[in-house]
C-alpha cells in the first residue's frame, strides 16, 4: 500500500496542530501548492492531519528539518492511496496513541546493519492491517512490554503498556532511535569505529542492539573486543566468525537464532 500527501494550495508543515502565523519559522515549513510528499502514516485530529513522511526511492527516510512528523491544515491537502484521492476520516487513529519519534537517521548508521537488526529482532506483533500491538517479552512477560523491532521504552522514556499499537513506520523509527540515543555514542569511542567500513560498523551496531552497547572492554566481552582492536585480521573471514559465534548462549533455547545471528553478523562484517 503506497500513500502520498499532495498539497491542493500553497499551505504550511507545522511541528504542532496551530496556525503557521503563530509559530518561529524553526516550527514550520512553506510548501507550496501541487507539491507532493511520500508518506507512511496519518492520522485526522480535529482540523488537524498529522503525517509520518516515509521514504524515498533510495531507502533513506525523508524528513524536514530533522523530522519526519508534521502536521497540516486539512483544507490544503489531500491524501492519496495508490493514487487515488481518498477521503479524510478519523478511523485511522490507532485505539492507544504513542508518541511518533521526530528524530531521522543521520546518515552515519549503515542501512545493512538496520537491516539485520529488523531481520533478528522480527517484526511483532504484527496486525492484520500492518500495525503492531505490545507483546510480553518471551523471557520476562509483562514485566517488559515490547512492541515492533523489540522495543521495551519509546524516545521520550516512556515504557512501553500492554495494549499499546504503533504503526510500521513508527517501529522502524523507534529502533533507529534506539541506535542514535543508546548506541551510537558508545560505538564512535571505540578507537577503531573510523576505520571501519559501512558493513563492519553495521555488523558491530547489530551485536550491540542484541547484546548491549557497553560491551567494548568489559568483561566477557573479549573476543569481540579483540575483532574491534585488530584492523590487521578483519580479511580473516574464519578467524572473524569464530570470534562471533562465542556469543551465542551455548546450551540454551536460544541458542540456534543466536548462532544464525552471530554468523550474518560476520559475514556482514566481512562483506
Known sequence: MSYQLRAKSDTWFTRTPAPAAGLDNHQKEFITAGKTFTIAAYLLQDDYLKITLGRATNGQQIAIRGYNTWYLHKTTVEVLENGQVIALEPQHAPPKA???????????????????????????????????????????????????????????????????IITHAEAEAYLIAHIEHSTRAAMERIP?????????QGAIY??????????????????????????????DKAWIKEQFVKYRNPGTSAEAGLRRRREAEATLFCA
Open 98 to 164: 504513542t508518541p511518533t519519534p521526530t528524530n531521522t537517521p543521520s546518515g552515519s548508521i549503515p542501512q545493512k546493519g538496520i537491516e539485520l537488526i529488523k531481520e533478528f529482532e522480527g517484526y511483532a506483533q504484527k496486525l492484520p492491517d500492518g500495525r503492531a500491538q505490545a507483546y510480553a517479552d518471551p523471557i520476562h512477560g509483562w514485566k517488559v512490554p515490547t512492541i515492533g523491532y523489540g522495543t521495551t521504552k519509546y524516545p521520550d522514556g516512556r515504557s512501553v503498556q500492554q495494549g499499546d
Open 192 to 200: 577503531t569505529w573510523n576505520q571501519m567500513n559501512d558493513n563492519q
Open 206 to 235: 547489530s551485536f550491540a542492539y542484541n547484546l548491549g552497547a557497553g560491551f567494548y572492554k568489559n568483561r566477557g566481552f573479549e573476543s569481540i573486543t579483540r575483532v574491534c582492536d585488530s584492523p590487521d585480521r578483519w580479511l
